[in-house]
């Protein structure tokens, strides 16, 4: 579930623990729900997680959401769970979208979430 007005989620969690990584993700919610019908937007669970699986025809998107990519477990757990996603749903453009938007790896597109709700960001939705 994703709240449309994110100090919803600040007003409910304790104020000691502010959860960025969810806040980033229902952002990223709230922009695919603004550019694409509700009927598009996934979400795909295998051994992983990918946050947002988009499909725009016969086109789909794979989106994984982190606050920061900059613990190489986040990243790997992140990369491992599109690589598996794309196995299972066939080819699909890859998206990692974090504050930093690092370069990680081949085939992947890596952006800032900031530049993404700019519209800056490769051909993703």
Same mark, same amino acid.
């Given at each position: ?8 989620? !600040?007003? @409910? ?9 969810? #806040?980033? =993700? ?14 598009? #937007? ?11 699986? @988009?499909?725009?025809?016969? =086109?789909? +998107?794979?989106? +994984? @959401? ?10 790997? !757990? ?5 690589? =598996?996603?794309?196995?299972? &749903? ?12 690092? =370069?990680?790896?081949?085939? #992947?597109?890596?952006?800032? &979430? ?12």
């Amino acid at each position: 579930m994703y709240c449309i007005d994110t100090g919803m989620i !600040r007003s @409910v969690k304790s104020p000691r623990r502010l959860d960025t990584d969810s #806040i980033a =993700e229902n952002i990223v919610a709230m922009e695919l729900l603004r550019r694409y019908p509700k009927e598009n #937007i996934y979400y795909w669970k295998g051994r992983g997680e990918v946050d947002f699986v @988009v499909v725009d025809g016969d =086109e789909k +998107q794979l989106i +994984q @959401v982190c606050w920061d990519m900059k613990d190489s477990g986040t990243g790997k !757990r992140e990369i491992k769970a599109l690589m =598996e996603a794309e196995e299972e &749903l066939g080819s699909s453009s890859k998206l990692i979208l974090s504050m930093e938007g690092t =370069e990680m790896e081949e085939g #992947i597109e890596n952006s800032s &979430l900031w530049m993404w709700l700019l519209g800056g960001c490769g051909k993703g939705p």
